[in-house]
């Protein structure tokens, strides 16, 4: 129990993950169950979190919640961690035209601050989950690829690769067997803080009306919840700290996982 | 210093150009048929063709790209469907807005990020620099479509001190600047920490400490100045950053900037509106990013010699 951010980290994480796959087993009620004459009630003994302006229980929605979300953070880091990957470790392990081609990209692609272009993809491509990974993955791959060039063309002049040469092994064996092995681990780090970014990505985009029309999202959420905020306001407050919460267990695992994958701080 | 400023204009036209064609091809390759949402579904194929022509829509995607690039370069971004005039000045009317707002969030990140740094760096792993930590974690993961209606709540609803919404007077200010820079203040404190920290370990602070300099001259001094170098590259990068997050901070205050217009243009689905906000946000953030590399190589002699 040495790494304490890496164990708070996972077991949000894992919390969270438990959460959206029994959401349908640990719901009180259905999400889109609707009790028009309690519409707006406050917390209380048979609704944990309160009632929306349907009547919808709060606590069943969230939990639903977690699921667009946790899964356009999947999907988004799996599309983005696989393209980076592919391209980073390709540009810095064959070096020349093939890299300098990929940093001129990078440099467009950087170029395009933060959200703006998913909101751009989204908005013409339509309101859905697939929609929502391929729009955060256009840019999200860009992190991955440079990281992944990056230890490329670390480990690409190490000793054990010109000794694996040397004995005649295959340039796709080595890329294979020696190389993206040894550069997985900075990558990891990262997708745990780009599931991170992806769920707080996909709330924005909810929160605008861009997310997944016909399930409850915790951005969609907020957004309703804040015509209500002065009578209501705990329609705002619980989707807001679901989010918080899992964005901060994947800080933390990713926190954690630097701290145990540095020798450095493990000799300290 | 002028040819590296020069070289560093050179450098930014074909970033400028790759950003203006990804963001036509974009627009112009993903499903969606702006007549059909212009005109509706049942409209008549005469009208929808008649305006297809009107609009260019009807001509090769390259002879469209060229006349896209073209009128950028004169200015010209095209008329906006809905506001039926031409997209730029609509932006253009817009954007003092979104710059005052960004410009008071980064100040106000500023404002709070320096003591808050300072303080961590002076005793770290105290109880103070613990609590310093745990407001970075808290600042970085709260999102801003949470913390803006919060603030509201409390600020404007319950205390009645500030105003919900609107552009009328400085007050109106607040709230929207601390929604868009809590996140980046929770960034740059740690930043300026961790940047202190490595500084403080030099030789030039140990000397200046052995000839007798006083702690907080050492520290304000000799460490803060070096320090904050890098700081000027991070406050570039999260310029773009503050420009993105604007969209929602605008939205939630009714704030009257590009990011407002560019939302009220996505649920019109005018498309030269939307792609002349896009661009113009990406170009400004080019351009800090160009001015900041300047600025660096002004701050730090080192960056002009490199090749």
Known sequence: MKNRTLWAGASIVALCLGMAVFAPVFSPYPP???????AFSTPGRDHW??????????????????????????????????IGLTVGTIAGYSKGLGDELFMRVVDILQ????????????????????????????????????VARGQALSIGSREYILAARAMGTGEARILFRHVIPNLLAPLIVQASFGMASAILAESSLSFLGLGAQDVPSWGKMISEGTEFLSQAP???????????????????????????MDPHRQIA | MKRFIFK??????????????????????????????????????????????????????????????????????????????????????????????????????????????????????SSTDRLSMLFSLFGA???????????????????????????????????????LGLGLSAILSRMIRSGLLE??????????RARGAGESKVFLLHALRNALIPLITILGIQFGALLSGAIVTETIFSWP????????????RDYPLVQGCVLVIAISYIIVNLAVDILYAVVDPRVRYEK
């Open chain 2, 8 to 125: 560093r204009f050179l450098l930014a036209i074909p970033v400028i150009v790759g950003v203006s064609t990804l963001v036509f091809l974009l627009i112009h390759m993903i499903p969606g048929n702006p007549v059909e949402v212009m005109l509706g579904e049942r409209a008549l194929p005469a009208d929808a063709e008649r305006l297809r022509n009107e609009l260019g829509l009807d001509r090769p995607l390259s002879i469209q790209y060229l006349n896209f690039l073209s009128g950028l370069a004169r200015g010209n971004m095209g008329v906006s469907f809905f506001y039926r005039k031409p997209v730029l000045p609509a932006i253009l009317e817009r954007y003092p807005a979104t710059l005052e707002l960004t410009a008071a969030s980064m100040c106000l990140a500023l404002i709070i990020a320096l003591p808050l740094g300072l303080l961590s760096a002076r005793r770290p792993y």
């Open chain 2, 257 to 268: 900037g590009i990011g407002r217009l560019l939302v009220q243009a996505i649920e019109a």
């Open chain 2, 199 to 208: 500084v403080l370990d030099q030789g030039y602070i140990t000397a200046a």
């Open chain 1, 49 to 82: 979190l309160g009632q929306d302006r349907l009547g919808r229980d709060i606590l069943s929605r969230v939990l639903f919640g977690a699921r667009p979300s946790l899964l356009v953070g999947i999907g988004t880091v799996m599309f983005s961690l696989f």
């Open chain 1, 32 to 38: 889109q169950g609707q009790e028009l004459t309690r």
């Open chain 1, 111 to 146: 170029a395009f601050p933060g959200i703006l272009l998913s909101i751009a993809l989204t908005a013409f491509m339509g309101p859905s989950i697939m929609n929502i990974i391929i729009a955060l993955s256009v840019l999200g791959w860009v992190g991955y690829a440079r």
């Open chain 2, 141 to 179: 993961t709260m999102p801003s479509f949470w913390l803006g209606p919060l603030l509201i709540l409390i600020f404007a609803i319950h205390f009645d001190w500030l105003p919900v919404s609107g552009r009328e007077n400085a007050l109106s200010l607040i709230l929207p600047s601390v929604t």
């Open chain 1, 234 to 260: 705990h329609l705002t407050i619980f989707p807001g700290m679901a989010i918080m919460i899992v964005v901060l267990g994947f800080t933390l695992l990713g926190e954690g996982l630097r701290e145990a």
